[in-house]
């Protein structure tokens, strides 16, 4: 049986196992071909420069108050190096385990991914199944389902990427299942368990907990090897080995007592000499009195590179007057789109309101004079033109909503619909294509305009709709009042609301 025989045959096996789940909140799935999207060459090139094997194993860690995401791969002298660091979007919750449905907490411990719980259907671009709640969590009776890693940076107890990065993520877990890693471990840390770290968070009531799976941690850090990882008296162990001489094989309940083993012999100096010097340093900590961590309050976190993304700036527009807006479109670590991308829907406007396109607003006649009066002054730039053509303020009009935050859309795809009007006839485009004339500039100016043209011998203004390319004497090619058209599916496109 040759190879690529093989791998077809598992992915369609992990599809078909997958196909069940969806994201943290699955109400219906749309099949797409997002998860086999292939990872780009920089990421390829990164495995050669640090020396590993396209489908070599991984091993993910989580921490929740740096917000960030760790993807480890396996080197070729059998080791864990870090491959890349992802910023999270979005977490929800506070630092601590989740405990029950509906407390919006992100979970914290250890859990293992296996191929039947990726899932390429998910409403939010991309997910895998966290696998919470695990045996620990389940020797606790805590409660919750479809715990998830998912795109589209929206979460209700998930950890949220954006749907770059869960492609790459999603690709990378892909290939290690493909050269055989029967499933990967993913740690979630409340953040990164250092000895200062652990004693200036002393005084939280989830300190014993974090306590146990910094063992965990400490396994990792001192060997870069992942740690196995059992249950048993309701508390995690990590690395257990049967004693010499023992009769039979070790066997955990996790509620039960934990039947008598070692820690791995072949680790334990290791192990142990790294954990004596972090209680070392933390115990110097708290003797100085550090200071402590005040308690979380609040609902998750993001991490400062998307939460830059939403600090508004200063701007011009084409008359010199200064306005805000959000920051720069482009998320960090972006991918190519996948050949199938989440389809842009639009939303009619109620009949009762005339449809414009691109929040540009509909056309006005200019005021006439009245008989016996002198006729209105009449504007000298470009600016006040359009304000006697289109006439109110840019908030009046009514828009038309390209993407918004709801994520639903982007997990149905459709085709978006012409809309018309009988006062303004217009097509509405999911993705603007060639930049063509509307009505307004194909149709003859408004009687004031024309009247304003003859008397102020100036030549008639360019008039243009948020898709006609710019001018070059423009600044940013944007009318008075239109919105900047943004890629669909990208960080900036999710948060218009916020603006």
């Not at 760790?70 to 080791?79: A, F, H, M, Q, T």
């Not at 998930?158 to 892909?174: N, P």
């Not at 508390?235 to 309940?253: G, I, T, W």
């Not at 993407?403 to 303004?424: D, F, H, I, L, W």
Request: contains cysteine; aromatic residues 8%.
């Amino acid at each position: 049986m040759n190879r690529p025989f093989v791998r077809t045959l598992v992915a369609s096996a992990a599809v078909a196992a997958a196909i069940a789940l969806a994201g943290c909140d699955p109400d219906s799935i749309t099949p797409t071909g997002r998860s086999l999207a292939p990872l780009s060459a920089k990421t390829l090139a990164e495995f050669d420069a640090k020396q590993m094997d396209k489908d070599s194993p991984i091993l993910v860690r989580i921490f929740k108050e740096e917000a960030e995401m760790e993807v480890w791969k396996k080197n070729r002298n059998g080791e864990f190096a870090l491959l890349k660091t992802y910023p999270i979007c979005r977490w929800s919750g506070d630092l601590g385990p989740k405990v029950k449905e509906g407390d919006r907490q992100a979970p914290e411990g250890f859990y293992t991914i296996t191929p039947g719980q990726m899932n390429p259907n998910s409403n939010y671009y991309l997910a895998f199944n966290t696998g919470y709640p695990n045996a620990f969590d389940r020797a606790w009776n805590r409660t919750g389902s479809e715990l998830m890693v998912h795109g589209d940076c929206s979460s209700r107890g998930c950890y949220a990427m954006t749907d770059e990065q869960i492609q790459e993520i999603y690709a990378l877990a892909r290939e290690s299942f493909f050269g055989g890693q029967k499933d990967f471990q993913l740690a979630a840390f409340p953040f990164r368990m250092t000895a200062l770290n652990m004693a200036k968070h002393r005084n939280n009531p989830n300190f014993a907990f974090w306590k146990m799976i910094k063992e965990g941690y400490d396994h990792f850090e001192a060997t870069h090897q992942e740690p196995k990882v059992a249950v048993c008296e309701k508390r995690y162990v990590f690395d257990p080995a049967q004693p010499e001489n023992a009769s039979r094989p070790l066997k955990f309940d996790a509620r039960g007592q934990c039947p008598v083993f070692q820690l791995d012999p072949t680790i334990a100096d290791a192990v142990l000499d790294h954990h004596r010097q972090e209680q070392v340093q933390m115990a110097n900590y708290i003797a100085h009195d550090v200071a402590t961590v005040p308690f979380r309050v609040g609902d998750g976190g993001m991490n400062p590179v998307f939460a830059a993304k939403l600090a508004a700036h200063d701007t011009f527009d084409n008359n010199g007057r200064a306005y805000q807006v959000a920051g720069s479109s482009q998320a960090p670590g972006a991918l190519p789109r996948t050949p199938n991308p989440p389809a842009v829907t639009a939303q009619p406007a109620p009949a009762s309101q005339p449809l414009v396109m691109a929040s540009v607003p509909m056309p006005q006649p200019a005021p006439q004079a009245k008989e016996g009066e002198a006729p209105p002054a009449q504007p000298k730039s470009i600016a006040g033109l359009l304000g006697n053509l289109f006439g109110g303020s840019p908030a009046e009009s009514q828009t038309v909503a390209l993407r918004g935050s709801n994520t639903e859309m982007a997990a149905k795809p459709k085709r978006a619909t012409p809309v018309r009007t009988a006062s303004a006839p217009a097509v509405l485009h999911a993705k603007p294509q060639a930049a063509e004339p509307t009505a307004v500039a194909k149709n003859a100016p408004a009687p004031g305009v024309q009247q304003a043209r003859k008397e102020d011998k100036s030549p008639a203004p360019e008039m243009r709709t948020a898709y006609s390319a710019p001018p070059p004497a423009s600044k940013n090619g944007l009318l008075q009042g239109a919105q900047p058209v943004v890629p669909a599916g990208s960080f900036e496109s999710r948060w218009t609301a916020l603006r």
